[in-house]
Every structure is written in C-alpha cells, then in structure tokens.
C-alpha cells in the first residue's frame, strides 16, 4: 500500500511539472489555462482532475507507454532497521609502537558504520593524545575531521568503511619529555559519542654527544697567551644544544662557566680572553675543566678533563735594541753585532730565549740565531755577532727583531727596529785596481806561462 501511495504522489508530481510532455506521450491535448486572474483553487482542482483523468485513459488507451512511464517513475523500495547507535572505530598505526621523537608517522582513524547512506549521518572525528607527564587528554586536531555520509567503501562482506589520516601530528619531534604518549579516538554524530581503544607509544629520545675535546694553546702557556677549549657537537635529531663550560680551580672548585647554544654538526669554541678565566695571579696554577651539554630533553656531563697548566709568570724588561757594523760602510760581507738590553722584573732569577730575525727584501724575516739566557734583576746586554747578509741584499735597507719567550713591560713577545743606513751597493769584496788584484793577476799569468812551457818539453822534444 505504501508502495503504491509513493508512486502515484510522484506521478502526480512529475505530471504537474511536466504536463505538455505527459499529454503530449499520451496524445491528449494540455489543460486550458484558466481566464481571469480570481479563482486560482479552483483552476488547480480541474487541472488535476484532468491529470488523473490522462492517466486512466492513457492507461486504457496506451497500456504500453502507461508501463513505460511507471519504469521511469519507480523508485526501488528499501527496508532498514531503526537508526543503529553502533560505530567501528580505532586507530591505524603502522610500524614499532616504540620510535624516536624525530621519526614520522601515519595514524589513521578507521570507522564503519553500519548504517545505509539514507539514514547515515556525517561523523566528526577528534584525535586525542596524553602526553608524558600531563594528566589529561588533549585534542590534537583543533578542527574535527568530517566523514560525510558518502565517503564510505563497501568491503567484501558489505561493510561500510572509511578511513582518514591526521596530518596534525607526524611526529613528536616538539615534545619536550618523552616518555608513554596514549593517542585515543573520539568520534560524534551530533547525538551520539564514540570513543576508541587507546594506542599506547613509547617516545624516545636521541642525546646529544660531545667529542675531541681539546685546549689549543702555545706550550708552555702562560695565563694571557690565546686559550681556547673546543669540542665538537653532534645531535642525531638536529636540535641545537645547549654547550656549558665549567672551569675548576686547582682544589676542584667551580671559579667560572661560560654558555654557547651550538647546532648539531658545528665545533664549539670557548676563547679564555673572551670570557676572563684566567688573570696574572692564575700564572703557575693547574686548572682543569668539564662540559655539562642538553637538547631540551636530555642532560649530560663529561668527565673531568685536565688543563690548562699555566707557567709561572715572568715578567721581564726589554729596551736599546741596536746593530754595529762591522764597517761603517755596512758591506753585505761583513759581521754585524745586534743587541739589545734585558732584565727581570722579579726578583728571582728567570731563564728566557731569544731570538733574532731579520727582514730584507729578498729575505723576509729570515730567523737567524737564537740563545737562551738567564735575566736577574740587573739590565744585561743580549748579543748576535753574525753574519747574516748575501749578495742579494746588497744595497737593500733591513729590518730587525728580537723574539723573547717572555712578555715585556708593554705585554709584548718582540721589538722590532730600522736600520738606520742600508746596506752598501758594493757587490764584490775587493777593489778592481788594487795589489791584490794585480798579484792575482800576475800569479794567474805565471801559472799559464809555467804550465805552456811544461807542455811544450813534453810533447815537443
């Protein structure tokens, strides 16, 4: 009965949308419209008594198209339950249930719904996670997923399914502890609430590592020379890490700590000078040091590490340098005395070496000699009587300097001077007329004139 009340609500429906097609099918002629602009219930009322009328006669008349016209109507009848309040929902996750922090991910919901697509509803679809050290459930999507009543597929066994990824959460890579992460489902159709089995992730974490730990420095050191600790830096996650320096006194006493934040392939470079670890009365003393380093999540400390031994302070005075040569002409040839004055500033003796270099067009600052020497508290003159020139430095102007192993009283490791004439232009040592040059010349000529005759007896008898 339902069926039949159904098909004739829509034929009729159809017919007063469409009456000229349906007259026309039928081969009767359409309704005369009615006159005048009052009595519009009326017009209606015989418009469809004409319509059922059509309808008998074409049924009478032109059985054949009659039934065609029901196919085209007919609307497939369904029977179905009451609407079921029963929802398949969980979480699709694959792959290990422990990974790290930085590792990414696909969590899916997977929903079926038993309900046909006529009386579906639309399902809104909440990812929820707890934390490692919260104590409630927090929604990760901040706007719900939607499941339309449409976007389901039908298994094999007439399952209606659907799934839907969340792009909200990849990884845990912003987490700030780690630990156990639950993820959990909830799911509403506007009436009803849903909520998944849990999904239970360990989250770990990768620590950063500090290696080659070192101190450049001269040997032996001294408080104020360049000292710098490096270490390298590696993260396995790529987060920036947080570098801490500690400086121990001789009885193990933390005196000083300096702070880098450094990224995870870069060298860490902590500069004494820069920071003010070490002073004149550091000079002597035997320090060592350590690192504490973090990501955010892990902490760490390396062992104890030794460094720098500092020398013992000497403070020496330096002044007069000078050059004698050893011809006022200043020949290339000739010896030269360099000199300068030093002495110790303290009042023990202290042992210093020193060395000299000189700088010349064609030699630029070629070490010459070196000497240690003991300094008291008395100036004592430093010498070089030395020979340093050649030919290629004639007529050329020089400069020389003295290196000490110590600082000065102007906290400097060298003085430097000009000469105060060139050297002379003269390449050779002796004179083109001369009696030395003649007797060389004459002795030249004698050894000939001695080995001509020689051959001659020989070979001409």
């Known amino acids: ?53 059509a ?69 809104y679809l909440r990812l929820e996670a707890l934390l490692p050290g919260e104590n409630a459930f927090s929604q990760v999507n901040s706007i719900p997923q939607i499941i339309q009543i449409n976007e389901y597929q039908e298994s094999n066994d007439g399952l209606n399914f659907t799934y839907r990824a969340f792009p909200e959460l990849t990884s845990f890579r912003d987490l700030k502890r780690v630990g156990t992460v639950v993820l959990r489902l909830k799911a509403t159709d506007g009436q009803y609430t849903w909520t998944s089995k849990n999904l239970t992730l360990n989250v770990t974490n990768s620590p950063p590592v500090l290696s080659d730990l070192s101190i450049e420095a001269p040997n032996p050191t001294r408080y104020n020379d360049p000292i710098t600790y490096v270490a390298n830096v590696t993260d396995a996650n790529g987060d920036a890490v947080n570098v801490t320096l500690h400086i121990l006194d001789e009885k193990g006493s933390e005196r000083s700590n300096a702070t880098q934040m450094v990224t995870s392939g870069q060298r860490v470079q902590f500069m004494a000078s820069q920071y003010g670890f070490f002073n004149k009365d550091d000079a002597g003393k035997n320090f ?9 999540i892990n902490v760490s400390v390396t062992g104890i590490q030794k460094g720098p031994q500092l020398k013992k302070s000497t403070a020496i005075w330096v002044g007069r340098p000078k050059v004698t040569p050893e011809d ?65 430095d004639a007529n050329q102007s020089f400069r020389y300097k003295f290196e000490y192993s110590e600082y000065d009283q102007n906290q400097r490791d060298h003085i430097e001077q000009d000469a105060q004439a060139p050297l002379s232009a003269k390449l050779v040592r002796y004179d083109t007329i001369s009696a030395l040059s003649l ?17 001659e007896r020989r070979f001409y008898r």
């Open 1 to 53: 009965m339902g069926q039949a009340l159904r098909f004739a609500a829509l034929l009729m429906l159809l017919l007063l949308l469409n009456q000229p097609v349906a007259c026309q099918m039928l081969d009767i002629p359409p309704p005369t419209p009615s006159q005048g602009g009052g009595g519009g219930g009326g017009s209606r009322q015989t418009d469809l008594d004409r319509i059922l009328k």
């Open 55 to 123: 309808l008998q006669e074409g049924k009478e008349q032109k059985p054949q198209k009659f039934e065609q016209l029901k196919k085209l109507l007919y609307i497939e009848p369904f029977t179905t339950k009451e609407y079921s309040d029963k929802l398949g929902l969980g979480l699709d996750f694959k792959g290990n249930t422990t990974l790290n922090r930085t590792q990414d991910f696909v969590v899916r919901a997977y929903v079926v719904n038993s309900n046909p697509i006529e009386i579906r509803r639309a399902i």
């Open 288 to 296: 060592t040091y350590y690192y504490s380093f973090g990501d955010g």
């Open 328 to 392: 006022q002409n200043q020949y290339w040839w000739q010896s030269y005395n360099f000199s300068l004055e030093m002495k110790n500033q303290e009042p023990e003796d202290a042992q210093v070496q020193v060395s000299l270099y000189l700088d010349t067009k064609a030699h630029p600052w070629r070490a010459i000699a070196s000497q240690n020497v003991v300094l008291s508290g008395n100036p004592k003159a430093v010498y070089f009587l030395v020979k340093p020139f050649d030919v290629l």
């Open 439 to 455: 007797g060389n010349v004459a002795a030249i000529l004698l050894l000939a004139f001695v080995l001509g005759l020689l051959l």
